[in-house]
């Protein structure tokens, strides 16, 4: 096993960061690992927003949760899915390209870019020896996540990454089964199988859970989920994508 399968498979989220600033070259090339990756047909639909200002870190950690850690940490980075660009080039060169813009395909597209940029630019922190946490919260309230950082159209924050130097490792959480992800020559399609790896898997992260907090927590992974999906969240998120101009059709 090499260092890289190392690190990635050593991944943990981090959510406590010592009281130290990433450096400029430390940012630039996290950012530029987040370029290197693939793009569909070299669109590259996506921006990196990196916020220094403390008054804005403040304002998206209350909006994110609270969550502490996306105003004290290293560096806070917002991927956002972005057609504007493409907007834009489409009035440089007197081409309409507003249909396509406006498209669910491209508008997946730009979300899959800014995916693959991220999780490069995680793993080039992760290398420096670094933490990192992804942070879905700043969808609780995008219209004023907008306001905070100056959204045009044709642009949605999709998430965060907080960046820095960890306080605390957490432990490392236990990942479905493989047989539960993998699936060879088409979907496995037996629910009854799916089922007794499932609660396999709740044993598993039931005793995770009872170990990290010495008893506090045994919940299980079904359990959790279904729990979180029984709450109705961010349903105002279709309204807000359409009202910047994406996945219109």
Same mark, same amino acid.
């Given at each position: =096993?090499? !260092?890289? *399968? ?7 989220? *981090? ?11 430390? /940012?630039? +090339? ?9 793009? #569909? #047909?070299? $669109?590259?639909?996506? #921006? /990196? ?12 950690? %209350? ?23 493409? @907007?834009?080039?489409?009035? =440089? ?7 396509? $813009? ?5 508008? =997946?597209?730009?979300? $899959? ?14 290398? =420096? ?5 992804? $942070?879905?919260? *700043?969808?609780?309230?995008? @219209? ?13 924050? &999709? ?11 957490? #432990? ?5 089964? &493989? %047989? ?7 979907? !496995? ?15 598993? /992260? ?15 992974? +079904? ?7 029984? !709450? ?13 101009? &994406?996945?219109?059709?």
């Amino acid at each position: =096993m090499n !260092q890289v *399968i190392e690190k990635i498979l050593d991944h943990r989220s *981090i959510r406590s960061f010592e009281d130290k600033l990433l450096s400029g070259e430390q /940012i630039r +090339t996290i950012v530029e690992c987040a370029q290197a990756a693939a793009t #569909s #047909s070299y $669109i590259q639909a996506y #921006s /990196i927003i990196g916020v220094t200002d403390k008054e804005k870190k403040a304002k998206l950690a %209350e909006l994110a949760g609270p969550q502490s850690y996306v105003e004290n940490n290293g560096h806070l980075f917002i991927f956002c899915a972005d057609l504007h660009r493409l @907007e834009v080039s489409g009035e =440089m060169e007197e081409k309409n390209v507003t249909e396509s $813009i406006e498209s669910t395909e491209k508008f =997946m597209v730009a979300c $899959i870019d800014a995916a693959l940029a991220a999780q490069n630019a995680a793993l080039a922190a992760e290398s =420096m020896d670094l933490g990192i946490c992804y $942070i879905g919260g *700043i969808r609780n309230n995008l @219209e004023e996540v907008s306001k905070i950082l100056n959204i045009p159209s044709r642009v949605v924050p &999709l998430f965060a990454l907080v960046v820095g130097y960890p306080k605390n490792r957490s #432990s490392k959480k236990p990942r479905l089964p &493989l %047989e539960n992800v993998y699936h060879e020559n088409g979907y !496995q399609t037996d629910d009854d199988l799916f089922k007794k790896q499932l609660e396999e898997y709740n044993e598993t /992260i039931s005793a995770y859970y009872n170990e990290r907090t010495k008893g506090k927590r045994k919940d299980r992974w +079904t359990e959790q989920m279904v729990g979180m999906l029984s !709450q109705k969240s961010r349903l105002y998120m279709k309204d807000y994508v359409e009202g910047q101009g &994406l996945k219109k059709r």
